[in-house]
């Protein structure tokens, strides 16, 4: 919460103003068929879910709406988002530009897609500026202690954790 001055015309008095912390809106979403419920309901009753398909199928989505609607009910603090990077062989992300965020947009299109159709682009990139949502490559989270959160592994098929 960022608060805001100003001065009262005519006096020497100064009000502040606290901004509330933006809600967030998650739109409702209907699974397409039993195996999708099923998926929906394993997240919500386990701590830990995987979940296998053919492309196109959903996991992304679904899991990706999960973690923004326990979000969104203040069940957790933070989603973080997790993928394998993969590049062209002989080269590595060092050879994009910028920070590590940066690096890993190309990777992350799968993930943001779906954060986009469920709450927005420009809610995205609130939650990302406000680091409820984080991104990490699979190497940048071995070993580290992550709490009250939901952490999304995507397409991380051949990679020993």
């Known amino acids: 919460m960022s608060g805001k001055s100003k001065k009262v015309k005519g006096t020497k008095q100064t009000l502040e103003y606290v901004e509330e912390p933006k809600k967030l809106h998650v ?47 203040n069940l957790i603090e933070k989603i973080v988002l997790v993928k394998s990077v993969t590049t062209i062989p002989g080269e590595d992300i060092g050879i994009l530009p ?39 490559p699979i190497a940048y989270v071995r070993g580290i202690n992550i709490d009250n959160a939901i952490v999304i592994l995507d397409e991380c098929q051949n990679v020993s954790i």
């Open 27 to 73: 739109k409702q979403i209907k699974c397409k068929n039993t195996r999708q419920k099923e998926f929906l309901k394993c997240i919500d009753e386990h701590e830990v879910s995987i979940c296998t398909g053919i492309p196109g199928s959903g996991k992304t989505y679904l899991a990706v709406y999960a973690a923004l609607k326990a979000l969104e009910k």
């Open 98 to 136: 910028g920070d590590i965020y940066d690096k890993m947009d190309p990777f992350m299109i799968s993930f943001f897609g779906n954060i986009d159709k469920i709450i927005g682009e420009p809610e995205r990139k609130r939650l990302v500026g406000e680091k409820k949502i984080e991104i990490q």
